[in-house]
């Protein structure tokens, strides 16, 4: 079969300029609502570790199709699904499945999530795609006009975004409970993986169970190590994205889309062990976005690998900071939240929130049943509302995300023009915007 571009690049910005020529010549077309009544037939790319959950996620429809490049670690959900037809390239499944499969659930390393929705999405599926939404700022835009193009339904897989208490925050916010926010700060434990080392110089011998040709999909050729797979891929700048892109579009998803944030102006990181191979040991990444609407200028700033903010002054006596979570600064008070998916916000000291509570705004937004970003999805794809980490939403903040690798790995300065997607003091920078794909 002809190889092709996945969609057309004109008008895409300079980043996405090198769009690879991966999928086989498929038929583009646009998506279709599912009816209510029926069962959507899903398929699933990836059915290990995280996988194993999103596929369970999705198991009230009908799951037609499960795709690995590793067969015993899909097993377990193999033997679960046992009327599933199986796979190891997910370009096959969708090609000889086509008129079969409604929907995709993509749950590959990081460098594999734009190939698989991509493909996906110009066949007309709609996409459930793990967090981060990609591995490139480039892709991340790419795939939010795609979707747009071919009418489907998308969700990320930052399930927060589904949960009471990032609507909450946001209403709050929109309240004005605490003012003007002008200051967010957000950490966490990651990394929980190596990196901030250097490429292994011997090779192990491959599990037979995988296709390790598959498993490195686009990334350059190296040799099979297990300090790569099946779970320490994160670190390695090839296909993770290291702590922030673990752990970033859940965590920054709360300020980003109460404060209706978009595209920074500027991005600047310091950070400690990284290297070309690896994402740092520890980093801290400050943002600047810019004042829109009644919205002052926020700055907000990211810390993993055992970095934190300063312990707040508001903080109860005898309280530290929790291993992660995120601080929300007004002018008129701070809210502090514990958690990795901002499940409880509240306002600090102890005596303000427990003050506050009485007088709590009265909900405005729409709740999602039980917090499921799953049947969220699901239901939009049958017409029900938009699922609210579409990637009009998740696009957006995963650029954001991944601006701070950039900064990162060119321990400068970025000042971004984020419509341009282009670095506009540091051109060796736009070097990293997208990235080169090889063709498998």
């Avoid at 901002?342 to 600090?348: A, D, G, Q």
Wanted: charged letters at 25%; aromatic letters at 8%; hydrophobic letters at 35%.
């Amino acid at each position: 079969m002809k190889r092709r571009d996945f969609l057309k690049t004109a008008g895409l910005g300079m980043g996405c300029l090198a769009l690879p020529a991966l999928a086989f010549d498929v038929p583009s077309r646009k998506g279709k609502l599912i009816d209510p009544d029926k069962k959507m037939r899903v398929a699933c790319v990836g059915c290990g570790g995280k996988g194993k959950v999103d596929v369970s996620g999705v198991s009230g429809e009908q799951i037609v199709a499960l795709c690995d490049v590793d067969l015993d670690r899909a097993a377990d959900t193999f033997r679960k699904y046992p009327e599933a037809k199986r796979y190891r390239d997910f370009r096959q499944m969708l090609i000889e499945m086509d008129d079969q499969i409604d929907a995709v659930v993509v749950t590959t390393p990081d460098h594999m999530h734009f190939p698989v929705a991509m493909m996906a999405i110009q066949m007309g599926k709609h996409v459930y795609v793990q967090k981060p939404l990609t591995h490139t700022v480039a892709e991340a835009r790419a795939l939010t006009l795609a979707a747009r193009e071919h009418d489907v339904v998308t969700q990320m897989g930052n399930q927060g975004h589904a949960g009471e208490g990032i609507r909450m925050l946001r209403e709050w916010l929109q309240a004005g409970v605490i003012g003007d926010v002008r200051e967010v700060h957000i950490w966490t434990n990651r990394p929980v993986w190596p990196q901030g080392i250097d490429r292994p110089l011997t090779a192990d011998a491959c599990p037979p169970s995988m296709d390790w040709n598959g498993w490195l999909g686009v990334a350059p050729v190296r040799p099979y190590n297990e300090c790569y797979a099946p779970f320490n891929w994160r670190g390695w700048w090839d296909f993770g994205c290291g702590a922030l892109g673990d752990m970033g579009c859940h965590m920054m998803d709360a300020p980003f889309w109460a404060l209706d944030l978009k595209y920074p102006t500027s991005v600047e990181a310091t950070s400690e062990g990284g290297n070309d191979e690896t994402a740092p040991k520890s980093s801290v990444v400050t943002y600047e976005f810019p004042a829109h609407g009644a919205m002052p200028p926020v700055k907000l700033v990211w810390y993993d690998g055992g970095e934190k903010p300063p312990r707040p002054d508001e903080l109860d006596e005898g309280r530290e900071l929790s291993r992660g979570g995120q601080l929300i600064v007004g002018d008129k008070g701070t809210i502090y939240d514990m958690s990795d998916y901002c499940r409880s916000p509240r306002l600090i000291p102890e005596t303000k929130m427990k003050e506050f509570i009485p007088n709590r705004p009265v909900p405005t937004l729409p709740r999602v049943p039980g917090g499921n970003p799953y049947q969220e999805w699901i239901n939009g794809c049958k017409g029900g509302p938009v699922p609210g980490s579409n990637v009009d939403v998740s696009g957006p903040l995963t650029e954001t995300v991944l601006l701070g690798n950039l900064a990162i790995q060119m321990g400068k300065r970025i000042e971004w023009d984020g419509t341009n997607m282009l670095c506009t003091n540091e051109p060796d920078a736009n070097k990293l915007v997208s990235k080169q794909y090889r063709v498998y």
